[in-house]
């Protein structure tokens, strides 16, 4: 499957973006989707993760209550609504799909398989 992410760009502290995430290729409901985002000079750090259908999701605890994750299955999208953004959530943004992730709370960017190339998000103060 390729990914495709986008919506990225600079806002100011306080403000929202909405990231999308086009697939195409494969089966877009046969994938578990997640966003992962990488600071400079950081570790790529998991954001928050869909199950196939949509009906389950996972964030990481800094982004709970701020972001929200979903997916349209007949558009092969996944999207990410971020709010109440902070200069601390300043990264290039990624997303990630894999058929065989058993568990939303898979923090470790090695066990998913495809990645978008991302979007930068500029946070300023």
């Known amino acids: 499957v390729q990914l495709q992410a986008s919506g990225g760009g600079l806002v100011q502290a306080g403000g929202s973006l909405r990231l999308s995430c086009a697939a195409s290729g494969r089966t877009f409901r046969n994938y578990v989707m997640g966003w992962f985002r990488q600071a400079p000079g950081k570790e790529r750090e998991y954001v928050a993760g869909i199950s196939w259908g949509g009906g389950s999701e996972y964030y990481a605890d800094s982004m709970k209550g701020r972001f929200t994750i979903w997916r349209d299955n007949a558009k092969s999208t996944v999207y990410l609504q971020m709010n109440s953004l902070s200069p601390e959530d300043t990264a290039i943004y990624y997303c990630?799909?894999?058929?065989?992730?058993?568990?939303?709370?898979?923090?470790?960017?090695?066990?998913?398989?495809?990645w978008g190339k991302g979007t930068q998000v500029t946070v300023s103060s």
């Open positions: 990630a799909a894999d058929p065989y992730i058993r568990s939303l709370a898979t923090y470790d960017p090695t066990a998913w398989n495809y």
